[in-house]
Nanobody
Framework: QVQLVESGGGLVQAGCSLRLSCANS????????MPWFRQAPGKEREFVAF????????YYADSVKGRFTISRDIARHTVNLQMNRLKPEDTAVYYC??????????????????WGQGTQVTVSS
């Protein structure tokens, strides 16, 4: 049973940083590819970043490229999202997800089997 638990959200001013973490309970953590998505009020859930099972390759949405960094800690079974130079438009509930391989369209939310409960990120101007 895969359980994902996000943490690290909060309220910050524009230009500041936050670090989100997603803990994955499964023993075979390294077999799961994991992304971050976000959903702002009244909008669709959108892709933010993705990291392969091995952690060797990452992908980012254009809107966050150069500001956000996704990484995974194999020993702690966590995937982290370092968010720098935050903007008010980054305000959303951030979700991590997981699936059992690196294949498929990584930005397609329907490709993922498991989701966390989400963590709120609010960026004030």
């Amino acid at each position: 049973q895969v359980q994902l638990v996000e943490s690290g959200g909060g309220l910050v001013q524009a230009g500041c940083s936050l670090r989100l973490s997603c803990a994955n309970s499964v023993r075979t953590f390294s077999r799961y590819a994991m992304p971050w998505f976000r959903q702002a009020p009244g909008k669709e859930r959108e892709f933010v970043a993705f990291i392969t099972c091995s952690g060797g390759t990452t992908y980012y949405a254009d809107s966050v490229k150069g500001r956000f960094t996704i990484s995974r800690d194999i020993a702690r079974h966590t995937v982290n999202l370092q968010m720098n130079r935050l903007k008010p438009e980054d305000t959303a509930v951030y979700y991590c997800a997981a699936k059992k391989d690196d294949s498929g369209v990584i930005s397609d939310r329907y490709a993922y089997d498991y989701w966390g409960q989400g963590t709120q990120v609010t960026v004030s101007s």
